[in-house]
């Protein structure tokens, strides 16, 4: 039986995130393993580029067992980087950290095969039972019809809607500041505020059940 784990905004907080899949591949103990990474890899954190280069790795290593997502700061940093959107407020929003990572001064000046990795990002997944997603989901729309702005971006309607989507949507992208999932009938935040000082999170999902039946956490 495969089991999928889906790991929140990362942040450039590389030394959770290693630690994080290192406790899944423990847990997993042999059986096949899918991860489905939910976008914010970069910015505010310490080690951006580190974790970009161990993502990239996981995928060489395990292919189609690992599933990277874009967040609203890829999004960010790749207008940035198209001349579609002005750099001042990417990097008031951690993309100066995420620079400094790279020890770059503009973000063109970025590995080119990093860039090419973050336009290579997908905006959701869907495994059956759940909907993976960087932010949400727009309630008034069905999955097949949502808009790519909503999905990296959405917070309200979608955070406090109650509709059954017919998936649980699994997301992250809105902090919470206590390290703890908030798990709803209809939704998983798995953003536990890793650049905040709050734990990573990884929800475990096997192919019997459509809630998590576990929690992996790197403090």
């Known amino acids: 039986m495969t089991l999928t784990y889906a790991i929140g905004d990362v942040h450039g907080s590389l030394d959770k995130l290693g630690r994080l899949i290192a406790r899944c ?11 489905v990474f939910l976008g914010d890899y970069i910015d505010r954190g310490p080690d951006a580029a580190g974790v970009v280069r161990l993502l ?6 395990r292919g189609d067992g690992v599933v ?11 207008a940035v980087i198209d001349g579609t959107s002005p750099a001042e407020l990417w990097l008031e929003q951690g993309g100066a950290a995420t620079l400094e990572s790279y020890r770059a ?3 063109r000046d970025l590995p080119p095969e990093h860039i090419d990795w973050m336009r290579s990002l997908r905006l959701t997944y869907d495994d059956g039972r759940r909907f993976f997603v960087h932010a949400g989901i727009d309630p008034n729309r069905s999955l097949d019809a949502q808009d790519d702005e ?15 989507y017919g998936r649980l949507i699994v997301h992250g992208h809105t902090p919470l500041r206590d390290g703890v999932p908030d798990l709803r009938r209809n939704r998983l935040n798995l953003d536990t505020g890793a650049v905040y000082g709050g734990p990573l999170t990884a929800a475990a999902f096997d192919e019997g059940q459509t809630r998590p039946i576990t929690f992996l956490q790197a403090h």
């Open 105 to 107: 001064t503009r973000p």
């Open 150 to 164: 909503d999905l990296i971006w959405i917070r309200e309607p979608f955070l406090s809607h109650r509709r059954d």
């Open 25 to 35: 591949d423990e847990y997993a103990n042999g059986r096949s393993a899918r991860f």
């Open 56 to 61: 990239r790795d996981l995928q060489s290593a």
């Open 68 to 78: 990277t997502l874009l967040g609203n700061h890829e999004a960010m940093a790749l």
